[in-house]
């Protein structure tokens, strides 16, 4: 089957027809597999943005957004649950092997080191949205060349140095870079309910107050999974 080479594990491929072949022999010849679906477009007239637009909205709600998370950490080892929760086709990055597993209980599908710029590579087109948790240099294009089509990367990672954008694989694949801050109370109130309602916890060690230095020292040394809580013993 010529098509095996683009089939990406675990995930349907969607067949756009022209409307004219609805209902024809033709539809029969078409190889699916799984959850393959075929979607049958009017292309009388060139399709506008907002056709395809709700096409892909279509296609995500039925079968979920495709996200990648780069950095399993404080803040990114809760992004597998949230996503996982959500129902996502979850990916974790992360530059460590001994998170492979524990990214892995977190609710991710598959883990890719964010060092390995050729496995990163194989992933082209794949995310509808990439969440960047990280604080350090990566090898940006490829990261942004695994978005597909009106992909993004949203960055919630301070990165010091500038992260350098191609002007073409985002406007021919239209897709976007954004960032955010903490949110609002409102949507903090809205994910805190999310969170309990699905079990979603970020896992801790404790230290009393008291060994405050050996609780940072542990935090330096990156040996921390995940957060550090200190409790007060005065």
């Known amino acids: 089957e010529i098509l095996a080479p683009q089939r990406k594990e675990g ?23 799984g959850r393959d679906k075929v979607l049958f477009a009017d292309v009388t007239y ?24 780069i950095g399993i950490g404080g803040l990114g080892h809760m992004a597998p649950k949230f996503a996982a929760a959500y129902g996502c086709e979850v990916t974790a990055f992360t530059s460590s092997e001994s998170k492979f597993d524990e990214a892995k209980g977190f609710g991710a599908n598959r ?25 350090v240099k990566l090898d940006w294009d490829a ?7 009106n992909g993004r990367l949203h960055v919630v990672g301070v990165v010091v140095e500038p992260i350098p954008v191609a ?12 960032g955010s801050p ?4 409102v949507a903090i109130a809205t994910m805190l309910d999310f969170a ?23 935090l330096e040394s990156g040996k921390a999974r995940y957060r550090i ?4 013993d005065f």
């Open 111 to 135: 883990v890719v080191s964010s060092k390995d710029s050729a496995a990163i590579s194989k992933l082209g087109g794949n995310f509808d949205l990439l969440i960047s948790t990280v604080n």
């Open 196 to 218: 309990s309602r699905h079990k979603i916890a970020p896992q801790t060690e404790h230290f009393p107050m008291s060994h405050i230095n050996e609780a940072f020292a542990r």
């Open 143 to 149: 990261m942004i060349g695994t978005l597909a089509p």
């Open 46 to 69: 060139e399709p506008k943005t907002t056709y395809v637009d709700k096409l892909a909205a279509q296609l995500r709600n039925e079968f979920g957004t495709v996200s990648g998370i």
């Open 11 to 33: 995930l349907p491929m969607i067949f756009l027809v022209d409307h004219f072949f609805e209902g024809k022999p033709l539809i029969s010849r078409i190889p699916l597999r």
């Open 229 to 232: 809580v200190l409790d007060a």
């Open 167 to 178: 002007a073409f694989p985002l406007i021919l694949q239209q897709r976007s870079v954004s």
């Open 182 to 185: 903490t949110g609002s109370p």
